[in-house]
């Protein structure tokens, strides 16, 4: 199956600054979803981007899809203590079917008050 | 959105036994799915479970380890069946809200096999 990877980086920032992260993917998506994960709790969805999108915001978050380059970016601006956890995209694939997801290793996020 | 719970939200089990996880959603949905996700990593998809049709396995899970259940839209269950330490993990259910192409997930549940 298709797999979404995140740049495998744990990212160490200070309040107030903003995190990036990135998704590469393999394959065709339909849409690609991206969600946080709070010390091994349950997945809190973020933002959907759909394959003819190519930025989305949502509050704090923006975030961008390159379909040429397969490729996405998240990025949290002005973050807090409370954005601290992990961060997953997950990839809906055409060839993959029935709104299945893939998901990325994942990005762990330390914001320090 | 979609509201969904699971019971229970952890537990701790000796080998060889087998532990069943309810998934309930506030809405009715055709699509549900359970994911594990090991210690450390990512989520893997385990099945899918339509209502009314057998749960459609991923490679590497076999029905007689994970026997699903779908007895409604709103409601399933997946049971860890003769299990071992390597089961230990956090599983997920996720469901596809009603109009839209966002999955949503559960709180996990918490599986610690001794």
């Known amino acids: 199956s298709q797999q979404g990877e995140e740049d495998p980086q744990a990212l160490s920032i200070q309040e107030g600054e903003n995190a990036t992260m990135n998704c590469s993917y393999k394959?065709?998506?339909?849409?690609l979803q991206w969600y946080r994960q709070n010390s091994g709790r349950g997945l809190v969805h973020l933002i959907l981007i759909r394959s003819n999108e190519r930025e989305k915001h949502s509050g704090r978050l923006r975030v961008t899809l390159d379909t040429s380059k397969k490729s996405s970016s998240l990025l949290i601006t002005a973050s807090r203590a409370a954005d601290t956890a992990s961060y997953f995209c997950a990839t809906d694939a055409e060839d993959y079917g029935n709104n299945r997801l893939a998901f990325g290793k994942g990005n762990q996020v330390v914001v320090i008050p | 959105s979609a509201v969904i719970s699971q019971k229970p939200s952890r537990d701790i089990c000796q080998r060889g036994t087998s532990l069943t996880i309810q998934c309930q959603v506030d809405?009715?949905?055709?699509?549900m799915f359970w994911y594990r996700q090991q210690p450390g990593q990512s989520l893997t998809l385990i099945a899918t479970?339509?209502?009314?049709?057998?749960?459609?396995?991923e490679s590497g899970f076999v029905i007689d380890k994970f026997p699903i259940s779908r007895p409604n839209l709103t409601f399933s269950t997946l049971t860890v069946s003769n299990m071992s330490p390597e089961d230990s993990s956090i599983y997920l259910c996720s469901v596809i809200a009603p109009r839209t192409d966002t999955q949503y997930f559960g709180p996990g549940t918490r599986l610690t096999v001794l």
């Open positions: 394959t065709s998506i339909n849409n």
């Open positions: 809405s009715q949905v055709t699509m």
């Open positions: 479970a339509n209502q009314g049709s057998e749960a459609t396995y």
